[in-house]
């Protein structure tokens, strides 16, 4: 499959209610069955989903998906599927926990006020976990190829802007003119400051300022592991074996996000690889004929097919008028269209029929 | 009409991609049918119901853009809040623009986790108060629905003052943290929407906001609405025959006959989903599948008045 050639991380964006984690999943499915050994990291799955999986025995660890439970879904692997569910409950402490250079550190950043209040509001807290969690799979080298199911946002493109994000939140120079000595252990730069200063302390509240203060100060010694680990993982973002697949479905409200999302990358210098669609409607018509139906179904039932039939027809050809638009803008990258299937994707069957239509072939039909 | 639209400010929540925009302004215009002055707030995106019901997005975003008698929009930004709240407090120009260039000032408020969440419900607050505290505006609403970004960030929404509440120490921001908690999880004052799409992740996410919101902000879900629900075409009889005639014809009909069974199979399911979530006790409205790939002004106003006839 063109999508996945030469990859050995692939990102699966969109938006909300696209079907991003079945996609992700079937992706990572038919690529364990032609012979890769893949790790899918999901947020948040289905129950059913992540039961067929086996997922929700996890708990932040990855697993291998029984190959008894693929065998007995009919479907002939010959790699391996890992799975993963990010634990959304998971908190910045493990982040801290491991960047801390020592005990005192961290028990004097996890103590703290701001920080006990505040942690789990982290912004990006959850899209930073799926971003630290890629890079350490990446790293271990034990996997052929990586599927990062996205985490739901209204800015799909949240989880790339986490790290650096973070970054910026502990290394400025603002930060350094917190810890420097001055009144209240806080010393401002620029004209005016004293006034500023006192302004600041009316609107904020004197002990907040301070808790802010000695926060800082405490999260200032792991700048350094927090920002090689940003730029590594800004590398493997743009690596050349990075591909990311926006992952969206006919309607227009999808694909203005497909189309910004599209943008919003180019402006990080990433390129995506090129575009799933899902839940299209592809009937051909045209309209079957009144008699022939008739005769078949007797005048009620056929009537109503038939008005059922044109619905549909209509859908198919609004989907298909999309469809065009999408491939004038993403010029010349593979489109791929799963059809609107009328039972929700929720186990291994499900996901191995999302694949064949992903890979274009049976090798990951049910048997 | 029944009470939910008898609240101050509402929240519309669920899962991403429900429809929770066009049930917002859905509810918005029945409110506004009903001769109250509704606002319909925006989390930071892209007017996507203003262009809808006005033909084209608004030259100013931030403004409050009227839709139709008695219904305005108008999107809501961090920014833009923390400019009319430091206005409204500061007591000269002269310091308000000292602290906008604060180098500081900038860092703590970008830095500051929930700071964004914080002034995002603040100026919600604001809009929904009679005396319009910060921007002193001609226009005072008698309801403010909430198109609530989905539901973790939503959550995190209302439970920003309450946090800030009790992290700020003592001051200014303390005390308007606390207001803006205790109006917020008033329940005379303040409903929650749900909208839920009738598949098992939407439904399942609707039942865990409802819990969630009882236990960490106190509130109860009001309503919730199943978007998108296919109808009731053919029964089982029907889809027995079919089965039977399946293979039957040429291809036009036997497409329509596999359309046919496809959708029989997906309103069975559909249907399943409602159980569910009738089953979790929160009333729940259901609102019919619109064959079209976007809604135009037209769905809104059916999806208004469906609305307005089952509250």
């Known amino acids: ?367 | 009409m029944s009470g939910i639209l008898d609240r101050r400010l509402l929240f519309v929540m669920g899962k991403g991609g429900t429809g929770k925009s066009s049930v917002a302004a859905a509810l918005g215009l029945a409110a506004a049918r009903h001769g109250r002055k509704v606002l319909l707030c925006e989390v930071a995106g892209q007017q996507r119901v203003t262009r809808t019901l006005v033909g084209h997005a608004p030259s100013d975003p931030y403004e409050e853009t009227k839709l139709a008698p008695g219904l305005w929009a108008t999107s809501v930004d961090p920014d833009s809040a923390l400019e009319e709240y430091l206005r409204s407090q500061l007591p000269s120009r002269a310091l308000f623009e000292l602290l906008k260039r604060s180098r500081i000032f900038q860092y703590l408020v970008a830095a500051a986790p929930g700071s964004r969440e914080l002034l995002t419900i603040g100026k919600i607050w604001e809009t929904a108060q009679l005396d319009r505290p910060w921007t002193g505006a001609q226009l005072r609403y008698d309801l403010v629905i909430v198109d609530a970004p989905a539901t973790g960030h939503g959550l995190a929404l209302l439970a920003a003052p309450r946090t800030f509440r009790d992290v700020a120490g003592v001051g200014r921001i303390q005390r308007q943290a606390g207001r803006i908690d205790s109006f917020v999880r008033d329940p005379e004052t303040t409903g929650v929407v749900g909208v839920a799409l009738p598949e098992e992740m939407p439904v399942t996410e609707t039942i865990e906001l409802g819990s969630a919101l009882e236990r960490d902000i106190g509130l109860e879900l009001g309503l919730v609405v199943m978007n998108a629900l296919d109808p009731d075409r053919f029964s089982d009889q029907d889809a027995a025959t079919l089965a039977g005639a399946r293979g039957a014809g040429g291809a036009p009909v036997r497409e329509a006959i596999e359309a046919a069974l496809a959708q029989h199979a997906r309103a069975a399911a559909h249907r399943e989903q409602l159980a569910r979530l009738e089953a979790a006790g929160r009333p729940v409205v259901t609102l019919p599948h619109v064959f079209a790939p976007e809604l135009a002004r037209e769905d809104i106003e059916a999806m208004s008045e469906r609305l307005e006839a089952v509250l």
Not at chain 1, 91 to 96: A, E, L, Q, S, W
Not at chain 1, 112 to 130: D, F, H
């Open chain 1, 1 to 367: 499959m063109n999508l996945l050639e030469n990859t050995r991380v692939c990102v699966c964006a969109g938006s909300g209610g696209v079907g991003k984690t079945t996609t992700a999943a079937a992706l990572a499915l038919g690529a364990a069955a032609s012979g890769r050994k893949v790790v899918v990291i999901t947020i948040d799955p289905a129950r059913r989903l992540a039961e067929s999986l086996g997922v929700p025995e996890l708990g932040n660890e990855e697993l291998l998906v029984d190959p008894a439970r693929l065998e007995a879904a009919g479907i002939a692997m010959k790699g391996e599927l890992w799975a993963l569910m990010l634990d959304p409950k998971r908190t910045f402490d493990d982040v801290v926990r491991s960047y801390a250079p020592d005990e005192e550190t961290r028990e004097a950043v996890l103590g703290n006020r701001i920080y006990r209040e505040l942690s789990t509001a982290v912004a990006g807290s959850q899209e930073y976990m799926a971003m630290e969690r890629l890079y350490e799979l990446h790293e271990r080298g034990e996997f052929d190829l990586l599927v990062l199911d996205t985490p739901p946002s209204r800015n799909a493109l949240d989880f790339l802007d986490a790290p650096d994000r973070l970054l910026r939140f502990i290394d400025s120079r603002s930060l350094q003119a917190f810890l420097a000595p001055g009144r209240a252990g806080l010393r401002l730069l620029g004209a005016g400051a004293g006034v500023a200063m006192s302004v600041l302390e009316r609107i904020t509240g004197i002990d907040l300022l301070r808790d802010l203060a000695e926060f800082f100060s405490s999260f200032s010694s792991m700048v350094d592991g927090f920002r090689e680990r940003a730029r590594a993982v800004n590398e493997l973002l743009r690596a050349d074996a990075t591909a990311f697949v926006l992952v969206t479905t006919p309607r227009t409200g999808s694909l203005e996000e497909a189309a910004e999302l599209r943008e919003q990358l180019s402006d990080r210098d990433i390129d995506f690889r090129g575009v799933i669609v899902n839940r299209v409607h592809s009937l051909e018509g045209p309209e079957a004929g009144a008699g022939e139906l008739e005769g078949l179904l007797g005048t009620d039932l056929a009537r109503r097919v038939a008005a059922n039939h044109r619905d549909y027809l209509a859908l198919s050809a609004r989907d298909s008028a999309s469809l065009e638009r999408l491939g004038a803008e993403v010029g010349g990258r593979p489109i791929v269209t799963v059809p609107s299937l009328e039972d929700e994707v929720h186990d291994l069957p499900g996901l191995a029929r999302v694949g064949s239509y992903l890979f274009g072939d049976d090798q990951t039909g049910p048997a």
